[in-house]
C-alpha cells in the first residue's frame, strides 16, 4: 500500500508529481543540504521515472485530491507597462523580508496563473545597450492587495541570437512558476530576466569595459527598476541571481561578488569564470588589459575575498553528459562551500549542455529556494 508523504516537502512535491509538473521542480523539493541524490522521505510507490527532463509517478495525492472550484477572478486595472496598478510601490514603506509562507492568505479571487510582460528597463547609469527584459507576476502579485515578494534575476545563456525570449521558449520560465505558484498558495518570487548580452548577443562577461558595462546595469539599473515598479522585498536574501552557461557564470560573479544585493544564486552549467575563449582576449577586451583585474574578477578569488558567506544559498547543477562544463560544477559548488554557502548541487541525468538541462535544473533551484526566501513551509 502507498504510504502518504508526511512532510511538507514530500507533500508538496506529491502534488506537482501528481500533476504532471517537471523533474526538476520535485528534485527541488526533495534536495538535501549538500547533494541530489534521490527523493528522500519518499515511499516506493513515489518512485520517479526519468524522461526528457519530465516526470512520471504513482501517487495516492491524485486519488486524494478533488478539484476545486473556479474562483471569479476580477481583474486589477493595470499601468501603460502592462503591470497592475497595485503593484506600483509609490507610497508604500518595503520590508526587508516576510514570512509569507506563515503570513500570506490567499484570496478567494485570486488568479490561477501568473502573467509574463516584456519591460524596457532604462540603462540609467550604466548606458548599457540592452533588450527588452521578460517580466513574470504570480498570481500573488495580481491581486487587489499584493504581499511584498522576493526577486530572482534569471539570464540566459550566450549563442547566436540568444537573450531574455529563450529563458521562455528554451527554459519555459513562465510554466515553471505557475507550477510553483499552485503548490504554495500563489506565491513565487517576481522574476526579471533582462539583458545582459546586447542587442547583438555578444558575451560583455558581466564586468564593465569596453564590451559595455554589463555588471552595473545588472546590479544597479536592473535593481533601480524593479524597486521603482514592483511591490518586492529588499534584503539580499530575497533576492537571487541565476542563470544557465554564461548566464550561470554571471550568477556566481554577482553572487559571489554583490552578497549585499544578491543573497542566494542558482548556477546552471556555468563557467569557471568570465571569459571570451582565450585568456589573452579576455583581458585584452574585457579587463583593459589588466591581468590583475581579470584574477579579481574570477568566482574563486571573489569568493575568498567575500568570504564567509553566513547567509547565502548557493544551487549548483549540470547535466550529466556535458563534456564542456561538466568538470566545473563540482569545483564550484566546493568552492561557495568552503566559503561558507549553503550549498545543493544537481546533476541532471542524460543531459547535455542544452535548454532541457536548464529547464529542469532551473525548475529544481527555484522549487529548492521556495522555502528559504520565506515562500513555503521547511521541512520538519
Known amino acids: 500500500m502507498a504510504r502518504t508523504p508526511t512532510t511538507p516537502r514530500a507533500r508538496r512535491g506529491a502534488a506537482l508529481l501528481a500533476g504532471g509538473l517537471g523533474i526538476g521542480l520535485v528534485v527541488g523539493l526533495a ?33 486524494q485530491s478533488s478539484p476545486r472550484p473556479v474562483p471569479t477572478y476580477t481583474p486589477v486595472p493595470t499601468s501603460s507597462l502592462g503591470i497592475p496598478a497595485t503593484e506600483s510601490p509609490a507610497g508604500s514603506t518595503a520590508p526587508g ?42 498570481p500573488a502579485a495580481l491581486t487587489a492587495d499584493p504581499p511584498h515578494l522576493p526577486v530572482d534575476v534569471l539570464l540566459s545563456g550566450q549563442s547566436r541570437g540568444a537573450g531574455p525570449n529563450g529563458v521562455q521558449s528554451g527554459g519555459q520560465i513562465e510554466q515553471t512558476m505557475n507550477a510553483l505558484a499552485t ?16 542587442p547583438r548577443s555578444s558575451n560583455p562577461m558581466c564586468v564593465d569595459g569596453k564590451l559595455g558595462n554589463s555588471r552595473t546595469y545588472l546590479t544597479k539599473d536592473v535593481p533601480a527598476w524593479i524597486t521603482s ?3 518586492v522585498q529588499t534584503a539580499a536574501s530575497a ?29 546552471v552549467s556555468g563557467e569557471d569564470g568570465p571569459t571570451l575563449g582565450n585568456t589573452a582576449e579576455t583581458i585584452a577586451d574585457g579587463f583593459a588589459g589588466s591581468r590583475a583585474a581579470w584574477l ?6 571573489l569568493l575568498r575575498a567575500n568570504a564567509p558567506y553566513r547567509d547565502t544559498n548557493a544551487f549548483f547543477a549540470v547535466g550529466q553528459l556535458d563534456t564542456t562544463y561538466g568538470s566545473v560544477m563540482p569545483v564550484q559548488a566546493a568552492r561557495a562551500r568552503a566559503a ?15 535548454w532541457t538541462t536548464a529547464r529542469a535544473a532551473l525548475a529544481a533551484g527555484l522549487a529548492w529556494m521556495q522555502s528559504r526566501i520565506g515562500l513555503a513551509p521547511a521541512d520538519g
Not at 579579481?296 to 578569488?301: M, N
Not at 561558507?340 to 542544452?354: E, F, L, R
Open 31 to 63: 534536495v538535501g543540504g549538500l547533494a541530489v541524490v534521490g527523493l528522500g522521505g519518499w515511499s516506493a510507490s513515489h518512485a520517479v521515472a526519468v524522461s526528457g527532463g519530465q516526470a512520471a509517478a504513482t501517487s495516492t495525492a491524485r486519488a
Open 97 to 138: 523580508s516576510v514570512d509569507l509562507a506563515t503570513t500570506w492568505t490567499a484570496p478567494a479571487d485570486m488568479p490561477s496563473a501568473g502573467r509574463l510582460l516584456h519591460e524596457t528597463i532604462p540603462a540609467t547609469t550604466s548606458h548599457f545597450v540592452a533588450r527588452q527584459a521578460l517580466v513574470y507576476l504570480p
Open 183 to 198: 503548490v504554495d498558495r500563489g506565491l513565487t518570487p517576481i522574476v526579471v530576466v533582462p539583458d545582459q548580452l546586447g
Open 229 to 231: 515598479h514592483l511591490t
Open 239 to 267: 533576492w537571487t541571481i541565476g542563470g544557465f552557461s554564461q548566464g550561470g557564470t554571471c550568477a556566481i560573479q554577482l553572487g559571489a561578488g554583490d552578497p549585499s544585493r544578491f543573497g542566494n544564486l542558482i548556477d
Open 296 to 301: 579579481a574578477a574570477q568566482p574563486e578569488a
Open 340 to 354: 561558507g554557502m549553503h550549498v545543493a548541487t544537481w546533476v541532471v541525468p542524460g543531459d547535455k549542455h542544452n
